[in-house]
Every structure is written in C-alpha cells, then in structure tokens.
C-alpha cells in the first residue's frame, strides 16, 4: 500500500458541459503540452497519467497524484482567463488536497465506474468462443490493469486479485476499435483514489472509478 498526494479540482458551469472536446479540454491540453511531457515520464514507463481530465454527469473535473498537482495548481489559478466561446461559463471552482491510498488490502471494496470501462474488443471475446463467462473474460482485463497500476507506482503485488463484477447488461463500442465499455460496479482487494481511471482512455476520462 501507498499512501499518494491527491487532489481534485471540480467546477460547476452555467450548464452541462459535453463529453470529448470542449473549449476546457483544449484548452488544458495545448496550453500544458510541455508540462504534460514532463510528468508524463516522472514515473517508470510513464503509462499511467498523474492528471485526468474527466465530465462526470455534464461536470468537469481534474483529478491528479503526486506530481501532477503542480500543474493542477497552475491550470486552477489560470482557468479565469479561459474563454470557453459561449458555450458555457465557469461558475465556481472548488479545489479540495488531502493524502490517498493507492495499493492491494485484505479485504474487497466496493466501487463504481462513472464512465465507461474500457476492457476488450469485441473479435478478443468471439475468440472465447462463449466457453467463458462476461465476468471470467474480463478478470483478466482488470488484474492486468491493476498490475500495471503497481508497476507504475513500485507497488509489490504479493497476493492475487480477487474480483467480482455487477455490469449493465448494455455496453458501448468504439466504432474505430471495436474496444467494448462497461458500466456498473466492481469489488476488489485493491485501493483506488476516487476519480482515477483504470483501463484504456484514461487520459480521456474513461474508466473513471468511485468508492461505492
């Protein structure tokens, strides 16, 4: 287990504001560029992003670990002088930093995916040719993402994960890839900060997690 510097930055808006690209997310990305490299590579292998950007329910919000907060601060003092071209208006800004637990634990908790839950695509499960279960094809997916998670972090994995699932019968697919997402709740013996992603897409806010 280890214990990792959070923090969340949420915002409420005049009104919702659209999953993928708005004029927040672009701007976030292309004005960060350069910083974004930078932390991209703080960690071994660099996959897992320390900041994400995520629209939970028309809301957006910024959730980043350990070096990651610094460009948190920087986009949080900056984000008044964002025009966001008439499509919606930032009404507040709330910024809320605290230590997070980040690892395996002896017990199953409980969580929640807020957005799509990238796992497989859907020739991967055919391949299965139905001799597995939805739930025993996608344990896998999630030891695999939790595994790298603790690569990133120099996490020792030491005893098995232990899943169960409780998905939405319906699921997305991306058109381009044919990846397949879920939503619905998970237990599992691992810690994961509220609002972090596990999964594909991260970066793009999917696989968004909360402690049920």
Not at 15 to 34: D, E, H, N
Not at 195 to 201: H, I, N, S
Request: proline share 4%; charged share 20%; glycine share 10%.
């Amino acid at each position: 287990m280890l214990e990792v510097n959070y923090l969340l930055l949420t915002l409420r808006t005049d009104r919702q504001v659209k999953l993928g690209t708005s004029p927040l997310s672009v701007f976030i990305s292309s004005a960060y560029q350069k910083e974004f490299g930078q932390i991209s590579h703080t960690l071994s292998g660099g996959s897992y992003p320390l900041l994400q950007y995520k629209v939970i329910r028309g809301s957006p919000l910024i959730v980043a670990i350990n070096e990651g907060r610094d460009l948190l601060w920087k986009i949080y003092d900056d984000l008044d002088s964002i025009d966001c071209k008439g499509e919606f208006v930032i009404l507040e800004k709330r910024i809320i930093e605290k230590k997070a637990m980040l690892g395996p634990t002896e017990r199953r908790l409980k969580y929640r995916f807020l957005t799509p839950w990238l796992t497989i695509t859907e020739a991967e499960l055919a391949k299965q040719g139905g001799t597995a279960s939805l739930e025993e094809a996608l344990l896998p997916v999630i030891e695999s993402n939790l595994r790298g998670l603790s690569r990133n972090f120099h996490i020792p994995l030491e005893q098995p994960i232990s899943a169960g699932f409780h998905l939405r019968s319906e699921h997305i697919v991306q058109k381009e890839s044919g990846i397949m997402g879920f939503l619905g709740t998970f237990y599992i013996n691992y810690e994961i900060p509220q609002f972090l992603g596990l999964g594909r897409g991260v970066s793009r806010g999917f696989g968004t997690v909360k402690q049920s």
